[in-house]
């Protein structure tokens, strides 16, 4: 008989603890959270992109390829020239330079 309900208190903490994990959610650590195991996912850095003009330098931020477009027919876009590249920042389009990140051209998106 003690061995039965001793089973049952072991059973009953596995499941409570069980729910417990459940309430707390995924784990927010490293690599973790809820958006582990999406696929890339764009950062959005804290300048925000409509204060750029061409001729500046696109922040360090942006020289990710997570943002580099490497489908601009399918946007709209002509082909970049050689040693340019475009950038997808928040629904617009920034061409930039390749060798120092300079911004030539700034399409907006459509919204």
Same mark, same amino acid.
């Given at each position: 008989?003690? *061995?039965?309900? /001793? =089973? $049952?208190?072991?059973? &009953?903490?596995?499941?409570?603890?069980?729910? &417990?994990?459940?309430?707390a959610g995924?784990p +927010?650590?490293?690599?973790?959270? +809820?958006?582990a195991?999406m696929?890339? +996912? $764009? =950062?959005?850095?804290?300048i925000p992109?409509r204060?750029? !003009?061409?001729? $500046?330098?696109?922040?360090?931020? %942006?020289? !990710? %390829? *997570?943002?580099?477009?490497d489908? #601009?027919?399918? !946007?709209?876009?002509?082909?970049?020239?050689?040693? !340019?590249? #475009?950038?997808?920042? *928040?629904?617009d %389009? =920034? &061409?930039v330079?390749?060798?120092? #990140?300079?911004?030539? *051209?700034? /399409?907006?998106g459509?919204?």
């Amino acid at each position: 008989m003690n *061995n039965r309900i /001793v =089973v $049952q208190l072991v059973a &009953l903490s596995f499941a409570g603890m069980s729910a &417990l994990a459940i309430a707390a959610g995924p784990p +927010q650590g490293e690599g973790g959270g +809820q958006m582990a195991g999406m696929g890339r +996912q $764009q =950062v959005m850095p804290s300048i925000p992109h409509r204060d750029w !003009h061409k001729g $500046q330098r696109v922040p360090a931020e %942006y020289r !990710h %390829y *997570n943002f580099i477009m490497d489908d #601009w027919r399918g !946007h709209g876009l002509n082909a970049p020239p050689r040693g !340019h590249k #475009w950038l997808g920042v *928040n629904g617009d %389009y =920034v &061409l930039v330079t390749t060798n120092n #990140w300079t911004i030539s *051209n700034i /399409v907006a998106g459509t919204e």
